[in-house]
Every structure is written in structure tokens, then in C-alpha cells.
Nanobody, 123 residues
């Protein structure tokens, strides 16, 4: 089992920056990948950025060059640095962790989600 706790959301003006954090606890040894998703009202939840345990990253086209995902394995914490924010970035942002089977810990691979944090960018 994995628990995810997010922080860092808030209200910022266009062009500003914000850093989201996601602290993972529990069977973190089983986490193979983590990511950030977002969902705006009336829209589907979409992947913003993801990172594997090996450090490979993937970004949505809309945030490339502006957002940076990183992970501190020692602290079991995921980050999303958001720069040059735009009003269209306004959404609820969710932290996600994917686990794989680990002997003595996780019996199967599954997804875990944070509670979500609101990011609002004013024009």
C-alpha cells in the first residue's frame, strides 16, 4: 500500500511559477513510476508529466519547456516545477504512483492517487 500527500497548489498570475510536491509513504520500494495528472472542469484527466525509477521522463506537449518533473528517491517525494504558467494550466493536479509486485510488500501492480491540489492561474 502507498499513500500520497500533495502540497504546493494555489493561485498565481500568468507568467508566474509554482512548485508542487507529493510525499509518498508505505510500500514505496514497490514504486516503479510516478507522474502528475490534471483535470479541468468538464475535461478529461490528462497526463502532464511522468518519471520512471530509472529517471526517464515524458511530458505533455502543452507543458514541454515550461514544466519539469523530478523525484527524490531518498525522500520518496515527487516534484513538479511549473514556470511560465498560463490560464489554461488551471486545473486540479493529481499525483500518481504505479507499483509493481514486490516480495513481502506489494502483491500486485496497481495505481495510487493523491487527493488532488487546485492550481489556478489568473490572467
Amino acid at each position: 500500500q502507498v499513500q500520497l500527500v500533495e502540497s504546493g497548489g494555489g493561485l498565481v498570475q500568468a507568467g508566474g511559477s509554482l512548485r508542487l510536491s507529493c510525499a509518498a509513504s508505505g510500500d514505496t520500494i514497490c514504486i516503479s513510476a510516478m507522474g502528475w495528472y490534471r483535470q479541468a472542469p468538464g475535461k478529461e484527466r490528462e497526463l502532464v508529466a511522468a518519471i520512471t525509477s530509472g529517471g526517464s521522463t515524458n511530458y505533455a506537449d502543452s507543458v514541454k519547456g515550461r514544466f519539469t518533473i523530478s523525484r527524490d528517491n531518498a525522500k520518496n517525494t515527487l516534484y513538479l516545477q511549473m514556470n511560465s504558467l498560463k490560464p489554461e494550466d488551471t486545473a486540479v493536479y493529481y499525483c500518481n504512483a504505479y507499483t509493481v509486485p514486490c516480495v513481502g510488500y506489494c502483491s500486485r501492480g496497481q495505481d495510487y492517487w493523491g487527493q488532488g491540489t487546485q492550481v489556478t492561474v489568473s490572467s
